[in-house]
């Protein structure tokens, strides 16, 4: 019986299918770690499934380096403790760089720059002093740079009311129970711009560039995983330099991340 031309091509096209299925099969998985509850970067959609800026990356950066990536999400103050311990290989979840991190596990090149700021409701008055803030209840993330950057600067005259995430921290604030909340730029104007923009929320005092505080934004891998953080940085610096990195952002910011 003959071959046809049309079937020896079928026959390539299946074989091809089988070759990339078995090696997608092939991929071994990287457990990803997120928090989950961070819009836009990171949280859980309506079917369960982890979505934002950060797991696109993270779903990028797999793909770079041939591995499956499997999400697992983890409250951010248990963050640093569940990577040490195995329940995922990598961190994709927004951390700041700071001495006192670095020092417990390995982080990799930014892979974006964020900044600190303060906001209230327009019109309340409040003034980023140490003076402006004394009585005042101001919300934070548990668990962020911002929580011992602010008494360490502005004193502790006024009440730093920490949440678990920051989906917590904006339903108060939202609802009149915080005087301002103070955390990262990138995270407190897209939220002002779906909730009222400037008519209902303004930015108190100047954007806040402190080395203390950190702006680099990594991700992070155990101490002893070396050639691991290598891979993703070589993958973070393609994405970058050959545009994917802005074409992710964009779909969730109207400004640049780095």
């Known amino acids: 019986m003959k071959t046809t031309i049309k079937q020896l091509i079928r026959l390539a096209l ?13 991929a071994p998985v990287l457990k990803m770690g997120v928090e989950g509850a961070y819009p836009p970067f990171n949280s859980i959609d309506a079917s369960g499934k982890v ?3 950060d797991v696109d990356i993270g779903n990028e950066l797999c793909k770079r380096i041939n ?32 001495p006192e991190r670095s020092a417990q596990v390995l982080f990799t090149v930014p892979y974006y720059y964020s900044y600190a700021m303060m906001a209230a409701p327009t019109g309340s008055g409040l003034v980023f002093s140490r003076e402006g803030l004394a009585g005042k209840t101001i919300g934070i993330q548990a668990g962020t740079s911002h929580e011992p950057w602010l008494p360490k600067k502005y004193g502790t005259g006024f ?8 989906d917590d921290m904006f339903l108060d ?17 897209p939220w002002i711009a779906e909730n009222g923009g ?4 303004e930015q108190v005092g100047e954007t806040v560039t402190d080395k203390d505080l950190g702006n680099e934004i990594g991700i992070a891998v155990r101490k002893e995983d070396t050639a691991l953080v290598a891979e993703l940085n070589n993958a973070i610096n393609a994405m970058v330099e050959d545009g994917t990195f802005a074409a992710i952002a964009a779909k969730y910011f109207s400004f640049p991340l780095r």
């Open 14 to 26: 299946g074989a091809t299918a089988l070759l990339l299925g078995a090696l997608a099969q092939a």
């Open 51 to 53: 979505v934002g800026f």
């Open 67 to 98: 591995r499956q990536c499997q999400w697992v999400t983890q409250q951010w103050d248990g963050m640093i403790p569940a990577l040490q311990t195995g329940k995922f290989d990598v961190m994709v979840s927004s951390m700041t760089i700071t």
């Open 159 to 166: 009440q730093i009311k920490p949440y678990p995430s920051t």
């Open 173 to 189: 604030f939202e609802n009149g129970r915080l005087d301002g909340i103070f955390a990262d730029v990138v995270i407190i104007e």
């Open 198 to 201: 400037a008519a209902a929320y």
